[in-house]
T-cell receptor, first 113, second 114 residues
Framework: GDSVTQMEGPVTLSEEAFLTINCTYT??????LFWYVQYPGEGLQLLLK?????DKGSNKGFEATYRKETTSFHLEKGSVQVSDSAVYFCALDPSGSARQLTFGSGTQLTVLP | ETGVTQTPRHLVMGMTNKKSLKCEQH?????MYWYKQSAKKPLELMFV???????ENNSVPSRFSPECPNSSHLFLHLHTLQPEDSALYLCASSRTQRNNSPLHFGNGTRLTVT
């Protein structure tokens, strides 16, 4: 079946450091890929998405590129801020149907001032 | 204001209690979802309601019972829960179930079963 594997956290960085959170997936066909973010005490919010190979999703300084050859969708940001501290979830949708959305287990990011 | 409102934010209940979680969305969406979020586990989809269909995850125990009276409101009725049911329960909505329509989540109800 479809699955998403994220790097295990927690990840702790200093402000202005470079961030990479790895995400790889297993799926048949051509899934859409997403990153969601969950700030403390809140639900998940869509951060960015990519719907086909080589697409780059970007938002709030975060980027991720859909790499079909390596089945990856790594999240990157060049300079993190304290306000980026949150849990980040990679997810895939194999068919365009939200009820088939499969989430990774999440990566906790803490950014220190 | 997220557009998806869940109440209560926190709930503590005994194993013999009956309680309900409420979710309301003000986004004009046509699909609503219940997810269970447990520590160090992926989000688990429990139920989906939409204009197209109701979908259940067959692994969800019958002690969880959803109700969707209209497209804006979704309930999760709880009875005779177990301690392992303690988790964060998230409601979400989307414009449709299809076409990569993104999910909008509420802030969740933190449930503790004693």
């Amino acid at each position: 079946g479809d699955s998403v594997t994220q790097m295990e956290g927690p990840v702790t960085l200093s402000e202005e450091a470079f961030l990479t959170i790895n995400c790889t997936y297993t799926a048949t066909g051509y899934p859409s890929l997403f990153w969601y973010v969950q700030y403390p005490g809140e639900g998940l919010q869509l951060l960015l998405k990519a719907t086909k190979a080589d697409d780059k999703g970007s938002n709030k300084g975060f980027e991720a590129t859909y790499r079909k050859e390596t089945t990856s969708f790594h999240l990157e940001k060049g300079s993190v801020q304290v306000s980026d501290s949150a849990v980040y979830f990679c997810a895939l949708d194999p068919s365009g149907s939200a009820r088939q959305l499969t989430f990774g287990s999440g990566t906790q990011l803490t950014v220190l001032p | 204001e997220t557009g998806v409102t869940q109440t209560p934010r926190h709930l503590v209940m005994g194993m013999t209690n009956k309680k309900s979680l409420k979710c309301e969305q003000h986004l004009g969406h046509n699909a609503m979802y219940w997810y269970k979020q447990s520590a160090k586990k992926p989000l688990e989809l429990m139920f989906v309601y939409s204009l197209e269909e109701r979908v259940e995850n067959n692994s969800v125990p019958s002690r969880f019972s959803p109700e969707c009276p209209n497209s804006s409101h979704l309930f999760l009725h709880l009875h005779t829960l177990q301690p392992e049911d303690s988790a964060l329960y998230l409601c979400a909505s989307s414009r449709t179930q299809r076409n990569n329509s993104p999910l909008h989540f509420g802030n969740g109800t933190r449930l503790t079963v004693t």
